[in-house]
């Protein structure tokens, strides 16, 4: 078939398409970027794989990088744009069931199609905007069907990553997995444990952010792939409460409040261990704290003015979303509110600091210092001081008086 309107990034990268052909070789778009062209979604990364070998590809090119060169990658900076240009390949045994144990260089676009993942990411789309369908997977996109290229057992077998991959694309794209497909995965969910624990993370992540994070979820209970990944084994029962509590129509907003979500449900107590073993970083840790943290406090009382500078209003909105979408009784105005009545956000933005309190009363640095600064603090942010100069130094004045 022929792709009637060419997406502007493909149209932008057709000069670097014709450039390796001029030089005698084939090159086309391939992998996702193909896909979601047929499905009319945004495009990301343009990828590029043609039968020339990265020698040859650099000669063609005056800008290049070697960014993954034993693969076959280079790395081609053109009218502005980068782009991955890679060269067929076939993958021999892989090792760790994650990398191959060496890729060799073809010439042919169907050897080299057929080492990927799913059908609908196997097309391949040429200068004059022909789609190249060596699987069937223009069937499997019009049936809305994840199907695994060739042997699905030798697949998952290969890279046990394709199985996050696979329940991620259901979460994405709403499709359902072909059953010798689902049933390869649920046979070899066990092999998730040989697989780093950021790259499960990476796909996880985007799966609770996808529409159809439910389906993805759905997928990963009746494939039972959450016992082999980091704390989440028998949770099946949490995961079922989980999707019963929250409506059909929610969606997460941030990758904090979707994580926030699952250890609130599964019940998670020491939340930094979980985060750690997920390899997360310690700005994420913090974060997704804090939320359920919020969380905690909502169960008991209000949100007032020093929760609002505390946390920030944007955190404390994540928290009232998921409430609502509990039914829980939430507040949105009265956040709003509070934040909009802050004479500070930051105590950074208090006009005097603590080198001048030193000059003006000979204070010394030290614990004492410390709570006159954040006496000054809470002041300002409760209403009761007005972060202005001489307001600040009057009222240290009278803290200084009554302590003598």
């Given at each position: ?379 300002i942010v409760d209403g009761n001081l007005a972060n202005e100069r001489q307001a ?13």
């Amino acid at each position: 078939m022929r792709l009637k309107d060419l997406p502007s990034e493909f149209q932008e990268a057709l000069p670097v398409l014709e450039k390796i052909k001029a030089a005698g070789f084939e090159a086309y778009f391939v992998g996702g970027s193909v896909r979601d062209a047929l499905l009319g979604q945004p495009i990301h990364d343009v990828d590029i794989a043609s039968s020339s070998y990265p020698a040859e590809t650099k000669k063609i090119f005056p800008r290049t990088v070697d960014i993954g060169i034993e693969h076959g990658t280079v790395l081609v900076l053109e009218n502005g744009h980068e782009y991955e240009i890679t060269t067929f390949r076939t993958e021999d045994v892989y090792v760790d069931y994650r990398r191959p144990s060496q890729v060799s260089f073809v010439r042919s676009l169907e050897e080299d199609l057929k080492r990927r993942d799913f059908t609908i990411n196997a097309f391949a789309l040429n200068e004059r905007s022909q789609v190249i369908d060596k699987f069937n997977g223009l069937a499997d996109l019009g049936q809305k069907r994840l199907r695994a290229v060739g042997n699905a057992a030798e697949r998952f077998n290969e890279d046990a990553l394709r199985i996050m991959r696979g329940l991620r694309f259901t979460a994405s794209l709403d499709f359902d997995i072909e059953e010798e497909t689902f049933t390869a995965m649920k046979e070899h969910a066990p092999l998730l444990e040989k697989i780093s624990v950021e790259r499960s993370f990476i796909e996880f992540d985007k799966l609770l952010l996808a529409p159809y994070w439910r389906k993805g979820i759905d997928y990963l209970i009746v494939s039972q792939a959450y016992d082999y990944l980091p704390f989440l084994q028998d949770s099946a029962d949490k995961w079922q409460k989980l999707l019963k509590d929250l409506p059909e129509d929610f969606t997460f907003t941030s990758s904090e409040q979707a994580w926030a979500s699952v250890l609130l449900y599964l019940d998670i107590k020491n939340i930094k261990s979980f985060l750690k073993s997920w390899k997360t970083s310690n700005d994420f840790q913090k974060t997704v704290e804090k939320l359920l943290a919020i969380y905690r406090l909502r169960q008991e009382r209000q949100i007032e003015k020093a929760d609002v500078y505390h946390y920030g209003a944007s955190l404390l909105m994540l928290v009232e979303e998921l409430r609502q979408a509990q039914g829980l009784v939430v507040d949105f105005e009265r956040i709003k509110e509070l934040d909009a009545a802050l004479t500070i956000h930051d105590k950074h933005e208090i006009v005097v600091r603590g080198g001048d309190l030193i000059v003006a009363f000979a204070l010394k640095p030290g614990p004492n210092l410390g709570k006159i600064l954040n006496q000054i603090e809470s002041f300002i942010v409760d209403g009761n001081l007005a972060n202005e100069r001489q307001a600040i130094l009057d009222f240290v004045r009278r803290e200084i008086k009554e302590n003598e």
